[in-house]
């Protein structure tokens, strides 16, 4: 049985709780004190609400927008993104070593073994069937991946390349 990393568990949290539960509880909150302790109490505000309903139909079709291009400007406009970005690739281990998956089984070897063959023949040494057999196993490789298939041992972090063989 594969041991749970409690990291992995509170990344999960966080992004459930951020992402669903305290993006609908801090709507909903807005829209009911806003209405009920402000336009409830305000006689010219009430009479452009009169139900908390038109309030918040209102609302919802006037912030969605807004919010849609606010959240537009943050991606395409701001820097503000883009510092995000800068760091979460800083921080990110897999930006300075191969990452499980294609690139470590298929896509690096396949460089690395071309490498190798374009050398002996820059040193007119001949290409081995070794060479070629090795060649033909990643370009299967490939094909499964290009098929839609799985290359490696999927989803399993504590493994080793050379495990595979």
Known sequence: MRKVNPFRLWYYLRAGYTVYFAFIFASVNVLTVTYYLAIDNLPFLKDLFPAFTDYVFTLLIIGIPILVLTGWTHFRRSKAF????????????????????????????????????????????SITEEDLAKIQELEKKMELLLAGGYVGKYRQKDFHPDSEK
């Open 82 to 125: 883009k510092s995000e970005a800068e760091v979460g690739v800083e921080s990110n281990p897999y930006v300075f070593k191969l990452p499980p998956g294609y690139w470590l089984h298929v896509i690096m070897p396949f460089y690395l073994q071309t490498s190798k063959m374009l050398v002996k023949i820059s040193k007119k040494e």
